[in-house]
Structure formats: structure tokens, C-alpha cells
């Protein structure tokens, strides 16, 4: 079955810590994203990828990094940067370019703070 | 600046009636309009989607009204099950990139 894995699917974060979520596809698609989802709010746009080796920031890319080494794979980093970490995460992929097409999500990754 | 403003936040309705969700956008650049269903602990999940040279599209149950000159676009769900019980996203895209709104849940009561 096509689709997108995340993990892992809680994860829980120190004070000065930073942690890795994983997201992998195996839909074939070029465009990769990472959204962060807080009670009540849309889906807010941190990162997105439309091609290997190349991304850029979203709405909200402060005190997050990510990496596009694969086309199957965009790790988001949260750094201790980032004051207000605890949230509920989710990676999206599709096709690129000025297709009309849909996002196709993961089951998300809820980060806390310890 | 929202981009993507949708309403109502809540929604009840009884079983068989019909919710609708609204959604209004500002920037004439989007070419695709998804609506998305998510359940708790899940990612959303495509329901039906619609581009600005279509008035209307029907799937089922589900159907999306659009009004390029009022940029404003709803959907209907048609006789609601309890199953429908869900939050709902609209979204605005350009060049696949995509603006959410703010989210509608629904509860529908048996």
C-alpha cells in the first residue's frame, strides 16, 4: 500500500533538547511537506520541499530545520529554538509543479514537552 | 493575513439533515479548492475537491458549491450520519502549495 509514514507517533521533549520526527513516502511523489496543527487552528505551513536538496521556510520555519536527501524522505528537526514546541505534527507529500492535485497526509506525530 | 476564512468553527446537526461549511478566500491565484476530513489521531484525508471553472461538484453525499466572483466556496453534506462526525478543513492552492482554513467541527447526533 502507497502512502505516508510518520513516527514516531508520540514523542516527548527535554528542555534544551532537540528531536527529530521522521516522515517517509512511498507515493512517488516530488513535493514534501510539514505542517504543525494547534487546538482550534488550521494546519500552519513550517517547511516544504518541491525537489531533492532544495527547500524552503513556510509560515512558521523559526526554531525548525529539515533536510531533503531522498526524494522518499524529509525529517523535520525541532530545535531547542523553538519555545512552544508542544503540538501535533503532520507530513504531507504530492505531486509538484502547478498540477491541481491534493496533499496526501500522515497519521501525525504529537510532541510534548517533559 | 488568513488567506482561507472558514465558518462556522462548530457545527451539530441531527442525523439526516444537512451541514454546510463555508469558505472565503482573498488571493484570485488559487486554481484548487480540496476540502479535507480529519478524525482524532489521524492525518486529513482528501474528500472532494474543486477548481474555479466549475460552479458545482457532487460526490455522493458530499458536494461542493463555488462563487469565483464572491470568492467563496461551501460544502454540503446531504443527509449527515453520525460517521460524518469529524473536523473539516477547506484549502486554497497555487502551484500545490495550500492555505488551509481554520477548521469546522462537526457533531452529528443521532
Known amino acids: 500500500d502507497g502512502g505516508i509514514t510518520q513516527s514516531p507517533k508520540y514523542l516527548f521533549r527535554k528542555e534544551g533538547q532537540n528531536v527529530t520526527l521522521s516522515c517517509e513516502q512511498n507515493l512517488n511523489h516530488d513535493a514534501m511537506y510539514w505542517y504543525r496543527q494547534d487546538p482550534g487552528q488550521g494546519l500552519r505551513l513550517i517547511y516544504y520541499?518541491?525537489?531533492?536538496?532544495?527547500?524552503q521556510k513556510g509560515d512558521i520555519a523559526e526554531g525548525y530545520s529539515v533536510s531533503r536527501e531522498k526524494k522518499e524522505s524529509f525529517p523535520l528537526t525541532v530545535t531547542s529554538a523553538q519555545k512552544n514546541p508542544t503540538a501535533f505534527y503532520l507530513c504531507?507529500?504530492?505531486?509538484?509543479?502547478?498540477?491541481?492535485?491534493?496533499?496526501?497526509f500522515g497519521d501525525g506525530t504529537r510532541l510534548s514537552i517533559l | 493575513q488568513q488567506q482561507v476564512k472558514q465558518s462556522p468553527q462548530s457545527l451539530i446537526v441531527q442525523k439526516g439533515g444537512i451541514s454546510i461549511i463555508n469558505c472565503a478566500y482573498e488571493?484570485?491565484?488559487?486554481?484548487?479548492f480540496p476540502w479535507y476530513q480529519q478524525f482524532p489521531g489521524k492525518g486529513p484525508a482528501l474528500l472532494i475537491a474543486?477548481?474555479?471553472?466549475?460552479s458545482e461538484k457532487k460526490e455522493g453525499r458530499f458536494t461542493i458549491s463555488f462563487n469565483k466572483s464572491a470568492k467563496q466556496f461551501s460544502l454540503h453534506i446531504m443527509d449527515s450520519q453520525p460517521g460524518d462526525s469529524a473536523t473539516y478543513f477547506c484549502a486554497a492552492s497555487n502551484a500545490g502549495k495550500s492555505t488551509f482554513g481554520d477548521g469546522t467541527t462537526l457533531t452529528v447526533k443521532p
Open positions: 520541499s518541491q525537489i531533492v536538496n532544495d527547500f
Open positions: 488571493n484570485t491565484a488559487f486554481d484548487y
Open positions: 474543486i477548481r474555479p471553472d466549475v
Open positions: 504531507a507529500s504530492s505531486y509538484s509543479g502547478n498540477r491541481r492535485q491534493p496533499q496526501h
